[in-house]
């Protein structure tokens, strides 16, 4: 399919041949599900931590006699029954992350990136390059162009253009290499440059 590149100024600069079976497939929204449980899970810390009965401080000592009392018998204040007493069956740090194929991921990107062209929500950029890393020139061409919640790709990163979009609220920068499910579908607009495109179209076959 053909799609229509711009410049940052907003000026027409030619077109782009897309690949239909990276940019033309029609959205699974349970491939994209399990995408983005991957790579939250992946994400996840896990260093979830509470105390068990052998690591609370109170004494170890019987708090009182086994029998005569009248009362239940126990034996340190440390077990769970009691206030404060360690925690059973608690979490404990572990790794939430779980494994999916490569090539499942593959799949997982062409259909984030298949979603956006459906959604109307991809443009095509000739290129992301900045003379200057001048934060307020940059910002103003983002609001002339109606961006919001941006996530641009490229090839290789532009450094003027990096350092210059790192301090616009909503505008993400990533090369072709960072490029995922998560992030793609977070993005209200995906903007993607020329050699970016053929970037990702060599990663993805």
């Given at each position: 399919m053909k799609a229509d590149a711009i410049k940052l100024d907003g000026k027409k600069a030619g077109s782009v041949d897309l690949d239909d079976a990276i940019f033309g497939l029609e959205p699974r929204a349970d491939i994209l599900h399990r995408m983005v449980r991957w790579q939250r899970n992946n994400a996840?810390?896990?260093t979830h931590k509470v105390k068990t009965r052998s690591e609370t401080s109170y004494s170890t000592?019987?708090?009182y006699r086994q029998k005569g009392t009248g009362g239940a018998r126990h034996g340190d204040r440390n077990a769970p029954i009691f206030r404060k007493?360690?925690?059973y069956k608690g979490p404990t740090p572990r790794s939430h992350g779980h494994d999916l194929t490569k090539k499942f991921r593959k799949l997982g990107l062409k259909?984030?990136?298949s979603a956006k062209v459906a959604a109307g929500e991809l443009v095509i950029l000739d290129s992301a390059e900045l003379k200057d890393a001048k934060t307020g020139a940059l910002a103003k061409q983002v609001k002339d162009l109606g961006w919001?919640?941006?996530l641009v790709i490229d090839a290789a990163v532009n450094e003027n253009f990096a350092a210059a979009a790192a301090n616009i609220n909503g505008v993400d920068v990533l090369p072709t290499m960072g490029a995922n499910v998560y992030d793609i579908l977070k993005s209200d607009t995906l903007v993607v440059t020329k050699a970016g495109v053929e970037a990702l179209e060599a990663r993805l076959k």
């Open positions: 996840q810390a896990g000592k019987k708090i007493g360690g925690i259909h984030a990136l919001k919640r941006t």
